[in-house]
C-alpha cells in the first residue's frame, strides 16, 4: 500500500531555496504529483528558520548553495531544535564531498537536481519516503517504551542477566524487584544476582539452575528460597532464556502467600509461553506405554505446526520429522532412555512440516514412578544459527591457513605480549630477502633499524592498550602504510596484536596526482551542474506552462533547443566526470554486456555479430557507456549517409590483450582518424562532439587505450588494448587460529593492493583457503 492510500492528513513540507523562481516551480510540481503536499518556500537559512519556528512541518527541503548560510549549515541548526524532522538536501551542487558532510550532518536523504520535470516526481517519492520512515520510526520508539512499561509494570519480579563465565550478571531489575528483594537498581546492577539473593547453603542449586538454562534445557517453574534484605521468602522461579544461551529473564512468585498463587502463575505461564517463542526453544513429555507426547507451543514452532492443527505427535511421528541420516541415532537415543533410564543430549537435522531443514539440539531423560520409567521428558532448541557459525569458523580455519604465506604486496605480522612475532608471512618479505624465520620468535629491534623497530613497537604497545593504529614508514627506499590492531579473545581480552604493513609507494604518487585532476574537474562540474541546471530547469517548466496555455509551432523549437543545452551540459559534466576513479570494478563478462548494450541502442535493419567471450575486470556502467556510445555512433553515422544502415553490422570481437568493436560503414578518413577523440569534434548537426572523448576517458581511466583503424569492410575499427595491465585495490576477511583450531578473532578486514599477476597467483589458491573480493570504495585502477 502507496502512503497517498494510507494517509489521509496533510503532507507540510517546508521547501528553503535561494533561487525562489525554482522552488515555486518545484512546488507547484510537488503538488500535482501528491494532493497531500501543502508546501511553503522560504529564499533563505534565516527565513526557513523563521517558517520552522512559527509552523509545524512534516518535512524540509533545502538547497545546498545558498548566500550567508549554506544547507550543511541550515541542516545543523534543524537538528539541534529536532533530531527526527526528515530534512532533504536537493542540491544542484552535487559531490562526495557534501553528500559526505550531509550524513555526517544527520541528512534524511541527499537528491541532486537534474533536467526535466521528472525530477519532481522523483523529490516528491523521496518526500513521501522520509515522512513515511519517520513515522514509522516514532512508533517503533513507541513500541519500545510499550516494552519497558510492561516490564516496569510488571507485578512479579524480574530481572534480566546475561552469563558471563557460568554467573548470571545482573542487567536491568523492575521495580517489583526492588520492592520485594529490597535491592535499588544502582546497587546490584552489573553484579552476579546470585551473589545478592542466593544464601550460601544453595549456591549448587542455583548453578545447576543456570547450567541448565545455558545448556538450553526445557524452561521449567521451580520452587526455591531466596534471600531479600527482610529475609528469607519462598519463591516460584522462572526462566526465560535467549536461543543462544547469552542470558534472559528471570521471574520470581512470591509464594509464601499460596493463596495467591493460582492468579500468579496463571499469568506467569502466558508470559513464559511468548518468551519460550523468543528464545526458540520448546519443551516436550512422552509416555512410555501410550507412545503419546505432548508438545509446548515452542515445540510446534520449531517443527514448523500449528498447535491448533489436529496434529497428535507420538515418539513415532516425532522422530519421523528427523533428516533419515539422523533417525537412527535420534532413536537408538531415546531407546537406550526408555529402556536403561539413559539421559542424552544429541544434535540433529530436523525436516519441518515446511520441508526447511534445521539444525536442533535434543536433550530426554527418564522419569520414574517408583522403580519404573514412565515418561521420557525434555527439550528441543533450534540452534540453526550456532551450527552455521561453527561450519563457517570451520571454513575459516581452513580458508585463512595460507593467507599469511600469500599476503599480496605487503607483510603481515602477529605479535604476542612479550612484542615476539608469532607469525609472519607476505609477499614483501620475499621482496626484502627475508623469511618468515627472521621474524618468529624475535622482536622488531631484532630485524629492523633502531628508529623503525622503536616506533613499531610504541604501535604494538598502543594496540595492547585497545587503540588500533595507522602510520606511514619508509623502510629501504619504500613507503609503507603500517596498521596496528588488537586481537581481541571473546571475553574481549587481548592477547595479540596484528600488524599489516602495505607496501604503497606508487599508489601513494598516483593519489597526488588524481587528487590535483580531480579538484579540477570538481570545480568544472559544480559550475556546469549548480549554474547551469537551474535556470534550464526553470526554463523547461515554464516550457510546460506554455504548452498548456497555447498552441505555437515554436514551443517544439524552443523545446529542441532547450533539450540541445541539456544534452551538452550531460555530456560536458560526464567528459569531466570520466577521468576519476572507478567505483565498482569487477568481472564483466563482454558477451552478456555487447548484447546488454545492444538492446538499449535503437537499432533499426542493424544487425550486430559476438565474436567474443572473455571476461575483463571493469566498473561495468562505465564500460557499458563506451558500448554503447560506439554502437550508436556506427549506426546513426552510417544512417547519414544514403541511407546505408539497411545492411549495417557491427562486430565485437577478442584480441590478445584487449578487444575491438567494427563496423561496416562509410568509415572515418585518415586524416581526421586523431581529431574523433577531441572535444567538439562532430561531423553531425545533433551531436555535441562529447561522444568518443568521453570513451577515451572511460578507457584510460581503467588504464587501458584506444586507438582508431579501418575495419575490414571499409568501416571503422576501434581496439582496446592493455587490458592486462590492469591494477587495483581488494579486500581480505581474515581470521586467526591457534594450534587447536580455535579462533583467536575473525572478520578483521585488510585493504591490499595487487597487480594482475599478484591477482592471477592469489587467486590460484584453492576457493576454501582464500576470499578475496572487489573493494566497494576507494578504489583506484591505474
Given at each position: 500500500m502507496t502512503l497517498n492510500e494510507e494517509r489521509t492528513d496533510t503532507i507540510r513540507v517546508l521547501h528553503?531555496?535561494?533561487?525562489?523562481?525554482?522552488?515555486?516551480?518545484?512546488?507547484?510540481?510537488?503538488?500535482?504529483?501528491?494532493?497531500?503536499?501543502?508546501?511553503?518556500?522560504?529564499?533563505?537559512?534565516?527565513?526557513?528558520?523563521?517558517?520552522?519556528?512559527?509552523?509545524?512541518?512534516?518535512?524540509?527541503?533545502?538547497?545546498?548553495?545558498?548566500?550567508?548560510?549554506?544547507?550543511?549549515?541550515?541542516?545543523?541548526?534543524?537538528?539541534?531544535?529536532?533530531?527526527?524532522?526528515?530534512?532533504?538536501?536537493?542540491?544542484?551542487k552535487g559531490s562526495e564531498e557534501v553528500a559526505s558532510e550531509a550524513i555526517s550532518a544527520g541528512v534524511t536523504d541527499y537528491l541532486q537536481k537534474s533536467s526535466g520535470t521528472e525530477q519532481y516526481k522523483l523529490l516528491a517519492d523521496r518526500i513521501t519516503n522520509a515522512v513515511d520512515q519517520s513515522q514509522t520510526e516514532q512508533r517503533v520508539h513507541a513500541e519500545q517504551q510499550r516494552f519497558h512499561t510492561l516490564f516496569d509494570c510488571l507485578s512479579q519480579p524480574t530481572v534480566e542477566v546475561r552469563y558471563e563465565a557460568g554467573e548470571p550478571i545482573i542487567r536491568?531489575?523492575?521495580?517489583?524487584?526492588?520492592?520485594?528483594?529490597?535491592?535499588?537498581?544502582?546497587?546490584?546492577?552489573?553484579?552476579?544476582?546470585?551473589?545478592?539473593?542466593?544464601?550460601?547453603?544453595?549456591?549448587?542449586?542455583?548453578?545447576?539452575?543456570?547450567?541448565?538454562?545455558?545448556?538450553?534445557?526445557?524452561?521449567?517453574?521451580?520452587?526455591?528460597?531466596?534471600?531479600?534484605?527482610?529475609?528469607?521468602?519462598e519463591f516460584l522461579l522462572q526462566n526465560a532464556v535467549y536461543g543462544d544461551g547469552s542470558g534472559g529473564f528471570a521471574m520470581y512468585t512470591d509464594i509464601t502467600d499460596?493463596?495467591?498463587?493460582?492468579?500468579?502463575?496463571?499469568?506467569?505461564?502466558?508470559?513464559?509461553?511468548?518468551?519460550?517463542?523468543?528464545?526458540?526453544?520448546?519443551?516436550?513429555?512422552?509416555?512410555?506405554?501410550?507412545?503419546?507426547?505432548?508438545?509446548?507451543?515452542?515445540?510446534?514452532?520449531?517443527?514448523?505446526?500449528?498447535?491448533?492443527?489436529?496434529?497428535?505427535?507420538?515418539?513415532?511421528?516425532?522422530?519421523?520429522?528427523?533428516?533419515p541420516d539422523d533417525q537412527a541415532a535420534v532413536e537408538?537415543?531415546?531407546?537406550?532412555?526408555?529402556?536403561?533410564?539413559?539421559?542424552?543430549e544429541i544434535e540433529s537435522r530436523l525436516m519441518t512440516a515446511e520441508d526447511e531443514q534445521k539444525w536442533v539440539c535434543i536433550t530426554g531423560k527418564p522419569i520414574y514412578d517408583g522403580d519404573d520409567i514412565v515418561k521420557i521428558r525434555g527439550a528441543i532448541c533450534d540452534i540453526t544459527e550456532i551450527q552455521t557459525r561453527r561450519q563457517e569458523l570451520l571454513a575459516l580455519n581452513q580458508q585463512y591457513q595460507t593467507l599469511v604465506k600469500n599476503f599480496p604486496n605487503g607483510a603481515v605480522y602477529l605479535i604476542d605480549e612479550d612484542l615476539e612475532y608469532v607469525r609472519a608471512g607476505g609477499e614483501e618479505l620475499e621482496q626484502a630477502d627475508m623469511s618468515p624465520a627472521d621474524f618468529e620468535g624475535h622482536t622488531p629491534h631484532d630485524v629492523f633499524p633502531a628508529e623503525l623497530a622503536d616506533e613499531a613497537c610504541q604501535q604494538y604497545k598502543q594496540a595492547f592498550n585497545g587503540t588500533?593504529?595507522?602510520?606511514?614508514?619508509?623502510?629501504?627506499?619504500?613507503?609503507?602504510?603500517?596498521?596496528?590492531?588488537?586481537?581481541?579473545?571473546?571475553?574481549?581480552?587481548?592477547?595479540?596484536?596484528?600488524?599489516?604493513?602495505?607496501?604503497?609507494?606508487?599508489?601513494?604518487?598516483?593519489?597526488?596526482?588524481?587528487?590535483?585532476?580531480?579538484?579540477?574537474?570538481?570545480?568544472?562540474?559544480?559550475?556546469?551542474?549548480?549554474?547551469l541546471r537551474n535556470p534550464l530547469s526553470v526554463a523547461e517548466g515554464n516550457l510546460e506552462f506554455l504548452r498548456e496555455e497555447c498552441d505555437s509551432e515554436r514551443i517544439n523549437d524552443i523545446d529542441s533547443a532547450l533539450t540541445r543545452i541539456d544534452d551538452l551540459i550531460e555530456d560536458?559534466?560526464?567528459?569531466?566526470?570520466?577521468?576519476?576513479?572507478?567505483?565498482?570494478?569487477?568481472?564483466?563478462?563482454?558477451?552478456?554486456?555487447?548484447?546488454?548494450?545492444?538492446?538499449?541502442?535503437?537499432?533499426?535493419?542493424?544487425?550486430?555479430?559476438?565474436?567474443?567471450?572473455?571476461?575483463?575486470?571493469?566498473?561495468?556502467?562505465?564500460?557499458?557507456?563506451?558500448?554503447?556510445?560506439?554502437?550508436?555512433?556506427?549506426?546513426?553515422h552510417t544512417d547519414q549517409d544514403e541511407g546505408k544502415n539497411e545492411g549495417v553490422t557491427i562486430t565485437?570481437?577478442?584480441?590478445?590483450?584487449?578487444?575491438?568493436?567494427?563496423?561496416?560503414g562509410n568509415g572515418i578518413p585518415v586524416d581526421e582518424r586523431d581529431d574523433v577523440f577531441e572535444a567538439g569534434y562532430t561531423t553531425s548537426k545533433q551531436g555535441t562532439g562529447f561522444g568518443l572523448p568521453i570513451v577515451r576517458r572511460i578507457i584510460e581511466a581503467h588504464g587501458w587505450e584506444i586507438s582508431l583503424t579501418g575495419g575490414s569492410e571499409g568501416g571503422a575499427r576501434f581496439e582496446v588494448t592493455g587490458i592486462e595491465s590492469n591494477r587495483g585495490e581488494w579486500v581480505v576477511l581474515c581470521s586467526w587460529f591457534d594450534e587447536t583450531e580455535r579462533p583467536l578473532w575473525h572478520s578483521t578486514t585488510l585493504v591490499i593492493r595487487a597487480t594482475d599477476r599478484q591477482r592471477d597467483a592469489w587467486e590460484e589458491v584453492p576457493p576454501c583457503t582464500a576470499q578475496l573480493c572487489q573493494c566497494g570504495k576507494d578504489v583506484i585502477s591505474m
Open positions: 528553503v531555496d535561494d533561487q525562489l523562481e525554482f522552488a515555486e516551480m518545484a512546488t507547484t510540481f510537488l503538488e500535482r504529483e501528491n494532493k497531500q503536499f501543502d508546501t511553503e518556500t522560504a529564499a533563505s537559512v534565516a527565513d526557513g528558520l523563521t517558517h520552522l519556528a512559527d509552523s509545524s512541518f512534516d518535512c524540509v527541503v533545502s538547497d545546498y548553495d545558498m548566500p550567508t548560510q549554506d544547507g550543511i549549515e541550515f541542516l545543523r541548526t534543524v537538528r539541534q531544535k529536532d533530531p527526527m524532522l526528515p530534512f532533504i538536501l536537493y542540491t544542484g536491568q531489575v523492575n521495580p517489583a524487584f526492588e520492592d520485594v528483594f529490597g535491592y535499588a537498581p544502582d546497587t546490584v546492577v552489573g553484579d552476579s544476582l546470585d551473589a545478592h539473593i542466593v544464601s550460601d547453603d544453595r549456591t549448587h542449586e542455583a548453578a545447576a539452575f543456570s547450567q541448565h538454562d545455558q545448556a538450553g534445557g526445557r524452561p521449567e517453574s521451580r520452587a526455591v528460597t531466596r534471600q531479600t534484605t527482610d529475609g528469607p521468602r499460596r493463596s495467591q498463587r493460582k492468579e500468579t502463575l496463571e499469568r506467569t505461564r502466558e508470559l513464559l509461553r511468548h518468551t519460550e517463542q523468543l528464545a526458540e526453544v520448546g519443551g516436550w513429555e512422552a509416555d512410555i506405554e501410550t507412545d503419546e507426547m505432548r508438545w509446548t507451543q515452542g515445540t510446534y514452532a520449531i517443527h514448523d505446526i500449528d498447535p491448533d492443527g489436529g496434529f497428535e505427535p507420538s515418539i513415532e511421528t516425532g522422530i519421523e520429522f528427523y533428516h537408538t537415543a531415546v531407546d537406550k532412555c526408555r529402556t536403561h533410564g539413559t539421559a542424552y588500533a593504529t595507522a602510520a606511514i614508514q619508509e623502510y629501504r627506499g619504500e613507503r609503507y602504510q603500517a596498521r596496528v590492531t588488537p586481537v581481541r579473545t571473546d571475553g574481549d581480552e587481548i592477547t595479540h596484536v596484528m600488524a599489516v604493513a602495505q607496501n604503497i609507494t606508487e599508489y601513494v604518487e598516483d593519489k597526488r596526482e588524481l587528487q590535483r585532476q580531480n579538484a579540477q574537474l570538481d570545480e568544472f562540474a559544480s559550475v556546469v551542474s549548480h549554474d560536458l559534466l560526464q567528459l569531466a566526470r570520466t577521468g576519476k576513479q572507478l567505483k565498482s570494478p569487477g568481472p564483466v563478462n563482454l558477451a552478456e554486456l555487447s548484447q546488454d548494450c545492444w538492446q538499449n541502442v535503437e537499432t533499426p535493419n542493424a544487425t550486430i555479430y559476438l565474436n567474443i567471450d572473455g571476461t575483463v575486470r571493469a566498473d561495468r556502467s562505465r564500460l557499458a557507456q563506451v558500448f554503447e556510445n560506439l554502437m550508436r555512433n556506427a549506426i546513426e565485437v570481437g577478442e584480441l590478445h590483450n584487449g578487444f575491438f568493436i567494427e563496423d561496416d
